[in-house]
Each structure stands twice: as C-alpha cells, then as structure tokens.
C-alpha cells in the first residue's frame, strides 16, 4: 500500500464491498489473522467505546477498533462502527460505519470502505471458524437467534462451511423480520425454518448462534442439547449459568472480553466469579472462580486441544477483535482494485 499514489484514498461503498467480498474467502482470512494473533504478529489496542442517549431517548454508541497484522502482507487500520437502537423503527439498519486502512509507510488512510457489512462479514467468518475447530462432526441443526444483518450474515457465511442439507432455525421477536429472512434464505437455497421462539430454536440444536441487541439474559443451560457449540456473538443473550455450567469456554482475546465491564463475561470476572485462562482475577484471589478455558487461536495452533467429547457442551464468547475487520478489508481492497470498484479521490 506505498508508492506515488499513497496520497489518495479508494472509497468501498457497501454494494462495491460485497461485490469485492464475493471474490476473497472470509473464512481463510479470519483463520490466518487468528493464527498470526496466536504467535504474536498482530497489534491490538483497546476498543474506544462512546455512549450516547440519542433525541428519542433511545441508547446510541459509537466504538473506534484499530488493529495490525504482521504477517507476510502488513496491513494496519481502524473499524469506526456506531449503532443507534431506535435506527429500525425509523426504517434503518441498526448499524454503520467505516474501516480504513493505513499506509504503512506514511501512515496515510488509503482507503474507507462502508463497515457495517464488512463487520457483520467478519462476525459470521469468526464464528464459521469456531464451528470449524469446536462444532460437533456432524451438524444437523443450527439456531440462529436474532434475524438482522448479523443474523443474515450467520445463515450465509455457516451455510457454505456446514453440509446442504444443515437445517437452520431462525427466531426473532419481531416475526415478521423472521419470515423475511427464511423466505430470503430460502430463495438462495438455504434450508431455513421458523421457530416461535428462542427456546424452541435452540433445543436440539448442535450449534446456537444468538445474534440480537438484548441486555437481559434469557438463554438458560438446560435449553442445549448434549454436544451444542453456543457462538454467543452479542452481549448478554446466555444466563451465567451456561457460563459455569459448560464444559469448555473459549474466547477471542481475554484482555478484550475482561476489559469490557458491559459484557456478561466482563461482568461476572469483576464479580469474581470467572477467571482467565492463566487464572488471571479481578483484585485479588477468586477460588471458586470459573476459569476460561482457552482462545480460540490456542485451539487453532494446537495450544488446546478443543473439543475431546462429542457430548461437551462449549461456549464460544468472542470480543471481537478490530484485526479481523483489517484482515478482510486488506483483501477487499485489492479486489475492488482488480474489479475496476470505488472511487478514488485526493485527500
């Protein structure tokens, strides 16, 4: 990303993002910037996180991620994602943003690229690699609890790494939204189902996908069916219980997720209730703590061995990681280059 044209920067818009994305294996991406996160090679700062109260009294925030990865092809940028809870009664997406990366030798931005899909891209990608390294062998069913973008993003990325005929139960309070969304998946040839509720999504599932803006738990332990991989990709959607209760908890980035008091995990290690996979605790000693077992980039390089019962039940409680939005965007860009996308204009 150097040379005389360092000075300028390519504009993605959202449609130019997805167009470029169809070229470029999501999957493949997120699992190398795992593993280079795994040994070291990555950069990544805290999260910067500003909450509002928008004009209508609903909660609105905007979170800054920036990251690095050192691997055969550098590449260093920033998420700038905000989010506004009153966005879909007023007809728009819940989210939106932009990724921008950085010259790495002038530190220029050189492109910006419409985040909201990259994010939701990237989530689904991460959790596809979850499934990948922790799912049970054979996948019948999975529940996917929340049908916005994130949800819809789940469906598509799982469809191509899981068997044609995997089963997919979609849930959301808003049934409308729900039968939307299995009439699109459908039309793509995805093998998508109603369900009424969380509940009757989630049981009997081999893989639980909980997608929704909720900050009330509501997914009890005794919902999941022997061997289940919950890839708890929102807040707050698991009870405490499934946290203590299940027989492997991995993470993306134990600073990430202990850093962060907002979030179920966040919460219950500064109630000294859980405790990192080095034993690391909230001030001072926690002897009943339950301990974080791994991340999943020690499953990836073999540190943990992951599963080793079909029966275990596992939850995956990932931060998300600002690298994983630099690693797909550094190959996004170059894409829409060779497809003649964007727009580039001078600073």
Not at 215 to 226: C, F, S
Request: some cysteine.
């Amino acid at each position: 990303m150097t040379g005389p044209e360092s000075h300028e920067m390519l504009l993605l818009s959202r449609a130019e993002v997805m167009k470029a994305a169809a070229s470029i294996d999501p999957v493949a991406a997120v699992r190398e910037a795992v593993r280079l996160h795994a040994t070291g090679r990555t950069t990544l700062p805290e999260e910067a996180y500003l909450p509002w109260e928008a004009s209508d009294g609903s909660f609105a925030r905007s979170l800054a991620l920036p990251g690095a990865l050192w691997g055969d092809v550098p590449a260093a940028g920033l998420k700038m994602i905000n989010s506004s809870l009153g966005n879909p009664a007023r007809g728009l997406p819940r989210a939106q943003g932009l990724t921008v990366l950085f010259d790495l030798l002038t530190a220029y931005p050189v492109a910006m690229l419409e985040a909201a899909y990259l994010s939701a891209l990237r989530t689904a990608a991460f959790t596809a690699l979850s499934v990948q390294l922790l799912a049970v062998p054979e996948v019948a069913t999975v529940a996917v609890v929340g049908c916005g973008a994130l949800g819809d993003a789940h469906a598509r990325v799982l469809a191509r790494v899981l068997p044609p005929e995997t089963r997919f139960v979609l849930c959301d309070l808003d049934a409308a939204r729900r039968d939307h969304l299995v009439a699109e998946l459908g039309v793509d040839g995805i093998a998508a189902h109603p369900a009424r509720d969380a509940e009757q999504a989630v049981r009997g599932a081999a893989i639980v996908v909980t997608t929704t803006t909720t900050t009330h738990g509501y997914l009890p332990y005794e919902w999941l069916a022997a061997g289940a991989l919950v890839a708890h990709v929102s807040l707050d959607d698991v009870l405490p219980d499934v946290v203590t209760r299940a027989d492997l908890v991995v993470v993306d980035d134990w600073p990430l997720v202990s850093g962060d008091s907002r979030r179920l995990l966040g919460r219950m290690y500064r109630a000294k209730e859980l405790a990192g996979p080095r034993g690391e605790t909230w001030d001072g000693p926690a002897p009943d703590a339950r301990r974080v077992d791994a991340t999943v980039s020690d499953v990836l390089v073999g540190a943990h061995p992951g599963r080793t019962s079909p029966d275990q039940i596992i939850l995956s409680n990932p931060f998300g990681m600002g690298i994983l939005d630099v690693a797909l965007a550094a190959q996004i860009v170059p894409a829409a280059r060779r497809l003649g996308l964007g727009t580039t204009f001078r600073l």
